[in-house]
T-cell receptor, first 114, second 112 residues
Framework: NAGVTQTPKFQVLKTGQSMTLQCAQDMNHEYMSWYRQDPGMGLRLIHYSVGAGITDQGEVPNGYNVSRSTTEDFPLRLLSAAPSQTSVYFC?????????????FGPGTRLTVL | LAKTTQPISMDSYEGQEVNITCSHNNIATNDYITWYQQFPSQGPRFIIQGYKTKVTNEVASLFIPADRKSSTLSLPRVSLSDTAVYYCLVGGYKAAGNKLTFGGGTRVLVKP
């Protein structure tokens, strides 16, 4: 099992550009989520999904879109990048959303918006 | 969803026991308490989980009092490699919005 994979590892964007951060898991997990982590801060939930075709907003959803067309993939789209979106982005997956099961995290994508 | 409160940072020395307490006053009946560890430039990783009383595994113990309004993560005989940020996460089945959100975490620095 590869676990949770994220691409790219690093990305630099200019203000106004759009891009998609990729996340995939091979554990057949129902629950997937995206977090952002600013320097020296904790993780903040952006969007999450409890299954294919079902997504919802987290704490800081503005400026981001997600979709879940398959169980395995959960891409995060930045619509029009802003310097405030400079952060490290982590994707995570879990068997379900109950909180009773371990969340597995990807290695992160470090994004800089100039 | 239960909100958690943890100390921002703690310092310790090699070989000592480190105890981190997390407050979660509005924990729901179905909520479990989970602790994660995060090293710099890495994603968090699971340490331990519990519902009530005491849970122990090969790396830590988790103490949960009867009212479950707090929990304490205990790291026995820490080493320099235990320097990390530790997060307490509280969530339950079909909790409000099915969200699993993290608090600010506790930054633990182990000194030689």
């Amino acid at each position: 099992n590869a676990g949770v994979t994220q691409t790219p590892k690093f990305q630099v964007l200019k203000t106004g550009q759009s891009m998609t951060l990729q996340c995939a898991q091979d554990m057949n997990h129902e629950y997937m989520s995206w977090y952002r982590q600013d320097p020296g801060m904790g993780l903040r939930l952006i969007h999450y999904s409890v299954g294919a075709g079902i997504t919802d907003q987290g704490e800081v959803p503005n400026g981001y879109n997600v979709s879940r067309s398959t169980t395995e993939d959960f891409p995060l789209r930045l619509l029009s990048a802003a310097p405030s979106q400079t952060s490290v982005y982590f994707c995570a997956s879990s068997y379900d959303s109950s909180g009773r099961h371990e969340q597995f995290f990807g290695p992160g994508t470090r994004l800089t918006v100039l | 969803l239960a909100k958690t409160t943890q100390p921002i940072s703690m310092d310790s020395y090699e070989g000592q026991e480190v105890n981190i307490t997390c407050s979660h006053n509005n924990i729901a009946t179905n909520d479990y308490i989970t602790w994660y560890q995060q090293f710099p430039s890495q994603g968090p990783r699971f340490i331990i989980q519990g519902y009530k009383t005491k849970v122990t595994n090969e790396v830590a113990s988790l103490f949960i009092p009867a009212d479950r309004k707090s929990s304490t993560l205990s790291l026995p005989r820490v080493s320099l490699s235990d320097t990390a940020v530790y997060y307490c996460l509280v969530g339950g089945y079909k909790a409000a919005g099915n969200k699993l959100t993290f608090g600010g975490g506790t930054r633990v620095l182990v000194k030689p």
